[in-house]
T-cell receptor, first 116, second 114 residues
Framework: AQTVTQSQPEMSVQEAETVTLSCTYD???????LFWYKQPPSRQMILVIR??????QNATENRFSVNFQKAAKSFSLKISDSQLGDTAMYFC?????????????FGTGTSLTVIP | NAGVTQTPKFRVLKTGQSMTLLCAQD?????MYWYRQDPGMGLRLIHY???????AKGEVPDGYNVSRLKKQNFLLGLESAAPSQTSVYFC?????????????FGPGTRLTVT
């Protein structure tokens, strides 16, 4: 099984500042995807950003960007210009394209609080 | 377009009771998944299905059964509930083909077993 590690259970950031959430993963595969999901207090899981392992360019979605270091098996999420609505749990997830069903493996999450 | 819906949203069971959680999706997705979410443990896969009539075990399948009789529905059953099954349950689905790798999640079901 793959393992995904999020070593920061809780983080906080001042509104309008930048914060980086860490994620590392362990796999022997070369063909996979990585994701960051956001879970606000409503409990709904919302996709924030995805990264294809074969792409060297880091993915970006508006204020959200990733730092994908394939050799180090690291996949951090940077949130710029933090907003109060960014307060949520953030989960890193790994998907192996070769696994039947392509199930996701999730980290344990980082609880982010944006302080006004 | 409702996406992924789950029924019920909340449920309290006594130990030994049975129940079925229903997941429905209207996106014509082939793949469907059931996860449980526990504090400090993220989401863990219980069972999944790669198409109508198919099911497979995930990481934590013990104590659960599933069925996928119709493509749009994925049922999760607890035959004899135990307090260790107190959790929030999420259903997810995804398509194959274009943009195949994003999973769409339902709103979750909070289950308490006393």
């Amino acid at each position: 099984a793959q393992t995904v590690t999020q070593s920061q259970p809780e983080m906080s950031v001042q509104e309008a500042e930048t914060v980086t959430l860490s994620c590392t993963y362990d796999t022997s595969e070369s063909n996979y995807y990585l994701f960051w999901y956001k879970q606000p207090p409503s409990r709904q899981m919302i996709l924030v950003i995805r990264q294809e392992a074969y792409k060297q360019q880091n993915a970006t979605e508006n204020r959200f960007s990733v730092n994908f270091q394939k050799a180090a098996k690291s996949f951090s999420l940077k949130i710029s210009d933090s907003q109060l609505g960014d307060t949520a749990m953030y989960f890193c997830a790994f998907m192996n394209l070769l696994n039947t069903g392509n199930q996701f493996y999730f980290g344990t999450g980082t609880s982010l609080t944006v302080i006004p | 377009n409702a996406g992924v819906t789950q029924t019920p949203k909340f449920r309290v069971l006594k130990t030994g009771q049975s129940m079925t959680l229903l997941c429905a999706q209207d996106m014509n997705h082939e793949y469907m998944y059931w996860y449980r979410q526990d504090p400090g443990m993220g989401l863990r896969l219980i069972h999944y299905s790669v198409g109508e009539g198919t099911t497979a075990k995930g990481e934590v399948p013990d104590g659960y059964n599933v069925s996928r009789l119709k493509k749009q529905n994925f049922l999760l059953g607890l035959e004899s509930a135990a307090p260790s099954q107190t959790s929030v349950y999420f259903c997810a689905s995804r398509a194959t083909g274009t943009r195949p790798y994003e999973q769409y999640f339902g709103p979750g079901t909070r289950l308490t077993v006393t």
